[in-house]
């Protein structure tokens, strides 16, 4: 168990912790990989840069009631939550592509901004984790590209294939 990340914003410790503590004061179990069996999985937490959260927790067994307890408390916990979301995998590997994503409270997605554009970002989506960094990783490749606009205007880079919706 690791208490501060220094990876991630405070605020994705905080609700890490906080399902860490209340899975342990409630009974409900860790997945462990050997046996395919445990309740909590994974947890995937974003934070984009326009302040959107998203959460969403991976179950490892189909148990409505102890996942409903979980999810309750962790909304209540964190009213900022903008998106809460939950998937049940009961297969032997990770990928989520095949699962179905089931929205507990709020969006589906979240918005994430670069330059003025602003992207719809999900569970399945590809965005980089680090936003702030995304933004540079775009810079330098157009930097390196070489890459000239008109005056006043930026040069368009195109990211095919990341997985999130331009809106």
């Known amino acids: 168990h690791i208490d501060n990340c220094l990876l991630q914003d405070d605020t994705g410790n905080q609700i890490r912790n906080f399902i860490y503590e ?3 004061q409630n009974g409900l179990s860790f997945y462990n990989i050997r046996n ?29 009631d ?5 999810l309750e408390a962790v909304e209540k916990r964190f009213p900022q939550i903008s998106s809460l979301l939950y998937v049940v995998n009961l297969k032997l590997n990770d990928t989520i592509s095949d699962q179905q994503v089931v929205t507990f409270k709020g969006e589906d ?12 970002v999900n569970a399945k989506s590809f965005y980089q984790t680090n936003s702030r ?7 330098t490749v157009r930097r390196f590209a070489g890459l000239e606009a008109a005056e006043g205007e930026k040069p368009l880079v195109y990211d095919l294939y990341t997985g999130c919706l331009l809106y």
Do not use: H
């Open 109 to 120: 997605y979240i918005v994430e901004e670069m330059e003025g554009l602003r992207f719809r």
């Open 133 to 139: 960094q995304a933004y540079e990783l775009y810079k």
């Open 66 to 70: 102890r996942i409903r307890l979980l």
């Open 22 to 24: 209340f899975a342990e």
């Open 36 to 64: 395919n069996s445990g309740l909590l999985r994974t947890l995937m937490i974003r934070i984009s840069s326009t302040g959107e959260i998203m959460v969403c927790v991976f179950f490892g067994e189909n148990d409505p």
